[in-house]
């Protein structure tokens, strides 16, 4: 009488194995997926020859943060980044830091992505945890490689990165241990001008002949 | 029973039909509003510890008693970087070309090998010791001293690198206070035992007591060579950091420890 009962157990296996092979959309990997397809987009935006005419900079800037923007979640990144003190903040606060900060990366960070030329990104593999992946990836320049894996959660069927680790260096881990060492001194206004004063500052750099 | 095996069934079909379905329903969701800028949903979310990816202690406290000196010295070696060695590593730059930069930096770190040898047999990373072993023996016959990383391109023999440092750490020893060297740059009480022993393995450092003018030309060589590159992830990081000291001792920290769980082995 058991081992019927066992039986069943191994056909609903089999079954389950069948079907998660025949449908990519239930493979564990997705959070992977993701991430590739917003990786090949910018880079099919990078190698547009007619994109890249000085005078359409601004579009494909623009093109560029659209994918950005809809494959990072920078409202968890400044959760994450601000930490326990996030809680203290009203609506409008916590709106006005999210804006600030992720103008911040994307000031800082655009310029990185617009300099890749040659280099490829490979994927490496996956942890996954629920709604939570580590996405392990790699930048190979030349005979170089540069680690970079991305904590990615699923929101509302959509995989979104909250937190970048380039060679072992966590951007948020980093940037919380700078906030709150800003935040015990100065407090969250303290922090805000900070942020703003940095803004206005890499405005100013790009505008000169810096870069 | 015939109905007892046949539920479990019609509940994975379910299941992998949801799994098509859903994901693309919500595809199209999202699409529509990530049009017009950022998406602001969970901003109401408070702030939760959950994360299963995070480093177990979450953030470690700051050891920094030094820290007045350190920015002292911290201030130094940016000015140091931005008077001398961006000017001299430019011109470098220029003047060298690119494959030959590569070659010099290969051959250095050829060179190395010692170091890396005897920290992996001390962690008891025995394959790593016959990688680095391995590449040692091919880069420096077929690879010409070195020049051509011969192993790691044909071979696929990737570098291990280990040093005292984290050899200690392995060991269970914590980096202890923090300390920004002049010239040197960031280190640990334990990285600077570490970089002190690894000195005596380091076939430079040989040179260096023979002809003292010697070792330091090919200390300079060697570190001019990679400070365009180097260069450039210091200002990466000073223009995006609102406290770049402490955005330099945390990433120091952060980097230090994925080497030493060997998250990263180069």
Known sequence: ?????????????????????????????????????????????????????????????????AEVDRRFDFVEMSMRALGRPWRGLNREQRIEFVRLFSELLKKTYIRRIEAYSDEKVEFRKENRDGKRAMVYSAIIRGDQEIPINYAMKLKKGRWRVYDVVIEGVSLVRNYRTEFSRVLRKEKYAGLVSRLRRKIEELAAKEGGADG | MER?????????????????????????????????????????????????????????????????????????????????????????????????????????????????????????????????????????????????????SSLGLKPRREDLGQTLGRYGIGGGPYICWPILGPSSLRDSIGLAGDYFLDPISYLGREDFLAGVSAYSLKKINVAGEEGRVYEDMKRSSLDPYVAMRDAYRQFRESRIKNEIRH
């Open chain 1, 1 to 65: 009488m058991r081992f019927p009962c066992k039986m069943k157990y191994v056909i609903v296996a089999v079954a389950l194995a069948v079907f998660m092979s025949a449908f990519p959309a239930a493979a564990a990997s997705d959070a992977t997926r993701a991430m590739d397809e917003t990786v090949q987009k910018i880079f099919s935006l990078l190698s547009d020859k007619a994109l890249a005419a000085p005078e359409r900079r601004e579009e494909r800037r623009r093109l560029i943060m």
């Open chain 2, 4 to 152: 007892h095996r046949m539920r479990p069934l019609a509940v994975a079909v379910l299941l992998a039909a949801a799994a098509l379905v859903l994901p693309a329903g919500f595809c199209l969701a999202a699409d529509g509003d990530a049009g017009n800028g950022m998406d602001m949903s969970g901003i109401d979310m408070d702030y939760v510890e959950d994360d299963p990816f995070a480093p177990e202690g979450g953030a470690a406290a700051v050891n920094d008693p030094l820290e007045p000196l350190n920015r002292i010295f911290f201030a130094f070696n940016d000015r140091l970087y931005f008077w001398v060695v961006r000017p001299v590593s430019r011109g470098y730059d220029f003047v060298v070309p690119d494959t030959v930069r590569k070659g010099i930096r290969n051959i250095f770190f050829n060179i190395g090998a010692p170091v890396r040898l005897v920290n992996n047999l001390l962690q008891g990373e025995v394959k790593g010791a016959g990688v680095v072993f391995g590449r040692f023996l091919i880069n420096s016959t077929v690879g010409l001293a070195g020049f051509f990383d011969v192993a790691g």
